[in-house]
């Protein structure tokens, strides 16, 4: 009997088994994959280690959100990482103009200054409100005991694009500061003011790319764990959750086998809806389960995974962001313009690389609907239809790289792709979904979900509590174990990470 069984390993899975089995939990994770880490899953082709769901990450710097959350999870040292250039770690190209995201608050604004030198009144109001954000964010986490600065629902409730329209008029450096934001596919009604700026503000912090990639994260939190005396299975499907015979509480869940595991809690790191669609307890109520189900899922997207030929395109150790059109509204742009109009393109980082990239790895977005016709299938035999699909596609994108990149396809030794489905089918997200459910301003409430169910030994965790992401599935970890720990207790470990 396990005082505590998870299912999922995603990184939130993972990251509640590390932080209850550091507290002597007996903690079993269940991941129904052949491989750990949901969407930290890294794969290698002809010696190219290619990330599917993790590029960088921000707030590293010693000291900051998420190095403390690194340090509590004793995964600084254990998971490489290498700094971006500090002028420009994400590289803004809209419309045939090119910006530069410098880290560091003062550096990012005076660098923003040399393309909009009559706007420093806006930056700095922008800016003040990452602080603003920032500070409640740390009182959240116990770093401050401002009572009345606790981060409130406001900056749920505020809507990004009313907040930038505020700072500044000048449309062009309003799409600007909402360039990246396929980091948490948004759209311009609806995206909170607290998903864009928790994330952006994160990065001109500081802003790290994975060496060798993220997948590191998820066996180091699976050693630990182990370590720690908990217990860490793959290839097991979760199928059910068990109800005691009263329908009062979970005792069991269900293996594809036939396996009954026992526990005292549960937690399931596995997406609301497809978590709510395993069990059957009157407790669950229908109007509970119409509001999850309805949440609006974050767009899905189209990878491209590169391998280069040697020494033919050189590394860069930032991100470039490409927007055909002013506008970069990623949800916005799908229906308005030709596909694709946009892309998200880097050079990995491997033990390896020096002048010369191995690898590059494209994004862009794509919806679910397209691939409505292959719905029924599975990995590896979706038909030859699903392969010309994907090859039309990436000549689409290709096409759009090569204006920017000229000759970029003479660099190619070999490509792979992957689509909403292969997000579905590897990673479970919900068709496909990038982020999981997306917040909206206009109605917050609805669309947060908590992560205490009307089961009371039932729990939920990952990126749709609190927010997508390390830090925020981070920050959503420690929000769900608070439920059995105890919130200041937690924190207060938290704070001592300095
Ligand atoms: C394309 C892409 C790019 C991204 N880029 C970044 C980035 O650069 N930086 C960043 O910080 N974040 C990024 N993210 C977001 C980040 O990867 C996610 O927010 C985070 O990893 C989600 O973690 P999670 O805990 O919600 O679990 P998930 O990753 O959703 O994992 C859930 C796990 O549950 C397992 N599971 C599902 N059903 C069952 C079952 N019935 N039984 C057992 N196991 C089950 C799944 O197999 C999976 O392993 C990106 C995501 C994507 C998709």
Redesign the pocket.
């Known amino acids: 009997m396990y005082d505590i069984v998870i ?7 993972l990251l509640c088994g590390y932080l209850l089995s550091k507290e002597g939990k007996k903690v079993l994770v ?4 052949h491989q750990l ?4 899953q890294s794969f290698t082709r002809q010696n190219c280690v290619f990330d ?6 921000g707030s590293m710097n010693e000291g900051q959100i998420l190095w403390r959350f690194f340090k509590y999870f004793d995964l600084l040292g254990k998971v490489k990482l290498r700094k971006l250039d500090e002028d420009v770690f994400d590289l803004i190209h809209i419309a045939g103009d090119e910006y530069k995201y410098a880290q560091g608050y003062d550096n990012f604004i005076s660098t923003m200054l040399q393309y909009f030198p009559d706007e420093e009144n806006g930056l700095n109001k922008y800016i003040n409100k990452f602080k603003e954000i920032r500070s409640a964010i740390s009182s959240f986490i116990g770093e401050s005991d401002d009572e009345q600065n606790m981060p409130t629902m406001k900056y749920f409730e505020e809507n990004a694009f009313d907040f930038i329209k505020s700072v500044t008029s000048n449309p062009r450096l309003q799409d600007v500061l909402a360039a990246t934001n396929p980091l948490y596919f948004g759209t311009s009604e609806k995206t909170p003011l607290y998903v864009h700026a928790v994330i952006n503000n994160s990065l001109l912090e500081s802003a790290w790319r994975f060496v060798d990639g993220g997948g590191q994260i998820a066996d180091a939190l699976a050693q630990s764990i182990k370590s720690q005396g908990g217990d860490v299975r793959k290839n ?4 059910r959750f068990v109800m005691n015979n009263s329908d009062t509480l979970v005792e069991a869940v269900e293996l594809d086998n036939g396996e009954r595991i026992f526990g005292h809690q549960f937690i399931s ?2 997406h609301p809806v ?1 978590t709510f669609e ?1 069990i059957d307890s009157k407790l669950i109520r229908k109007a509970y389960l119409k509001r999850i189900n309805n949440i609006e899922q974050t767009m899905s ?1 189209f ?1 491209m995974y590169i391998v280069l030929k040697e020494n033919s395109f050189k590394y860069f150790n930032y991100n470039y962001y490409h927007f055909e059109n002013p506008n970069v509204w990623g949800a916005d742009i799908y229906s308005k313009y030709k596909w694709p109009s946009g892309y998200m393109l880097y050079t990995p980082a491997s033990s390896n690389t020096g002048t010369y990239a191995e690898s590059v790895n494209v ?1 862009t977005y794509m919806s679910y609907e397209e691939l409505k016709q292959w719905d029924n299938t599975t990995i590896e035999k979706r038909g030859q239809s699903y392969k010309d699909f994907k090859t039309q596609k990436a000549e689409l994108l290709l096409d759009l790289i090569e204006k920017r990149f000229p000759g970029f396809r003479t660099h190619i030794k070999k490509y792979y792709t992957s689509t909403p489905l292969t ?1 579905r089918d590897y ?3 919900l068709n496909g979904s ?3 459910n997306m917040r909206d301003c206009n109605n917050a409430l609805k669309t947060m979900v908590s992560p205490k169910t009307r089961i009371p030994n039932l729990y939920l ?4 509590i609190n927010l ?6 981070s920050m959503g970890a420690f929000i769900t174990c608070a439920q059995f720990l105890g919130t200041r207790y937690i924190y207060d470990k938290l704070n001592n990470m300095k």
């Open positions: 299912v999922g390993s995603g990184l939130g899975g269940l991941e129904k994959n880490g949901g969407c930290l599917t769901g993790m590029h960088y990450v097991a499907n979760v199928n790191n596995i497809k395993i997207v990878s994004i997000y990673t479970s997200t990038v982020y999981g965790t990952g990126q749709n997508h992401g390390v830090l925020g599935v």
